[in-house]
Nanobody, 120 residues
């Protein structure tokens, strides 16, 4: 299973970006898909997750500004980021919890990361 993320870049304070992450390979089902980020010198942190039952979770600092969505037909997860702030600057990683066959355990897979830089 491979995850390909895209959509990062440089944006000014208050701007918007949309990240995309497509999963491919041996996929029977995907439970959770989500986004994490890691700023320089800091630990990786959860940004948002989208579960197969429709539930979505956000870290408090992005609530009301970021929106996660999924296209299950395309095995793709999106992160719409609005009102961006310099503290949102980080490498953003997508994650998917995948079951490769009907009878198989779930495993976590990670994308390669995409850099988001918000200038003040």
């Amino acid at each position: 299973v491979q995850l390909q993320a895209s959509g990062g870049g440089l944006v000014q304070f208050g701007g918007s970006l949309r990240l995309s992450c497509a999963a491919s390979g041996s996929i029977f089902s995907i439970n959770a898909m989500g986004w994490y980020r890691q700023a320089p010198g800091k630990q990786r942190e959860l940004v948002a997750t989208s579960l197969s039952d429709g539930r979505k979770n956000y870290r408090d600092s992005v609530k009301g500004r970021f929106a996660i969505s999924r296209d299950n037909d395309k095995n793709t997860v999106y992160l719409e980021m609005n009102s961006l702030k310099p503290e949102d600057t980080a490498v953003y990683y997508c994650n998917a919890r995948v079951r490769s066959r009907r009878i198989a355990p779930e495993y976590d897979y990670w994308g390669q990361g995409t850099l988001v830089t918000v200038s003040s």
